[in-house]
């Protein structure tokens, strides 16, 4: 089986081709970084645009890539929310005309279930799991039950770790994009420079605020007086973030003490942070769990976790109409409406 994924939500052209046997034959992908870069984040018409020059040359190369033919593809998955509607529109519109062409099933694809899923490609694990998904637009904790069962036990009330990243980067003039710069200047700064809230640490709530931080962050950036001291702003920042992710898992493995955990995931752009990556495994030691997340090429957005949540849905022959309308909103575990 081949299950061509194609991944388009929102600055990443990307494709792939993965088999059941969780062989990746190929992953394609195009960054669209440097257009975005002088805007300070994501332009959606931009994205849209370079989404619709890309996007046939990308799917190309990963069949190209594979070593195989057009004609031995099984299946097209592809994202069809949430995300950026005219990027997702691109994606899901090319993998369903080509679907249609070579009269094969076509699967549409949840991106969020996608990242949550994508360490069953990377790793043996099995169902149930508890899942710490953190990306540029989404922040939750879940018991993950199969593929289309998600228990969310945890959210964000205001935004995500990834945005909030993104934000402290524009402000203290780094630019975009916010994730790697804010890391690598964080291991160069002093992280007990700026003392800084850890919001929603103060009781056993599963729930992330991260508004009261970014103010936090603001304030404190006005007694920078010096490089060093923007540098020391990152790390403390990092930090800051770093300790309530520890704080809410930990809490999360105490709720889920009675269900047979097969381990902690942690997925999502954000799982690229390797501090925060780091911070959880030490925990998931300490609480003698096993700590999963893909490897930093596949937790930013690609198209081979969205060909793996393909041949997940392809073995349960969920396929869908070539009707299914693309949606910039569609939530975790919740039935899609047309």
């Not at 600055?11 to 088999?19: H, Q, Y």
């Not at 018409?45 to 033919?69: M, P, Q, T």
Request: with cysteine.
């Amino acid at each position: 089986m081949y299950i061509l994924g194609i991944e388009s939500s929102c600055d990443e052209t990307a494709a792939a081709v993965v088999t059941e046997n969780k062989e990746i034959l190929s992953n394609v992908v195009y960054s669209q970084i440097q257009q975005h870069k002088p805007f300070g984040g994501v332009v959606p018409e931009i994205a849209a645009r370079a989404h619709l020059e890309k996007i046939d040359v990308v799917v190309e190369k990963a069949i190209h890539d594979a070593n195989i033919d057009i004609h031995d593809i099984s299946a097209i998955a592809s994202t069809c929310g949430p995300g950026l509607i005219g990027g997702v529109v691109v994606g899901a519109t090319f993998g369903k005309a080509l679907a249609m062409s070579l009269d094969i099933p076509f699967i549409a694809v949840n991106h969020i279930q996608a990242h949550a899923l994508s360490a069953r490609l990377t790793d043996d694990l099995p169902f149930p799991y508890l899942l710490f998904l953190a990306s540029g637009g989404h922040c939750q904790i879940c018991i993950v039950r199969d593929v289309d069962d998600f228990e969310v036990i945890g959210r964000t009330i205001d935004d995500s770790i990834g945005e909030s990243f993104d934000k402290v980067s524009k402000l203290l003039g780094y630019g975009y994009p916010g994730g790697a710069i804010i890391e690598k200047n964080a291991q160069l700064g002093n992280a007990e420079h700026f003392t800084l809230p850890r919001p929603l640490c103060a009781k056993s709530s599963l729930d992330f605020s991260f508004s009261g931080l970014k103010t936090a962050v603001l304030v404190a950036s006005q007694k920078c007086n010096t490089d060093q001291d923007k540098l020391d702003l990152c790390a403390s920042f990092q930090s800051a973030v770093t300790d309530v992710v520890e704080y809410k898992i930990k809490h999360a493995l105490k709720r889920c003490k009675d269900i047979n955990l097969s381990g902690v995931v942690m997925g999502g752009g954000v799982a690229a942070n390797s501090s925060i990556r780091k911070r959880l495994e030490n925990l998931c030691q300490k609480y003698n769990t096993k700590f999963f997340a893909p490897p930093v090429k596949y937790c930013t957005d690609n198209g081979a976790m969205i060909a793996w949540l393909g041949v997940e849905k392809y073995q349960k022959k969920q396929f869908s109409d070539l009707g299914f309308k693309p949606t910039p909103r569609w939530e975790l575990g919740g039935k899609f409406q047309q």
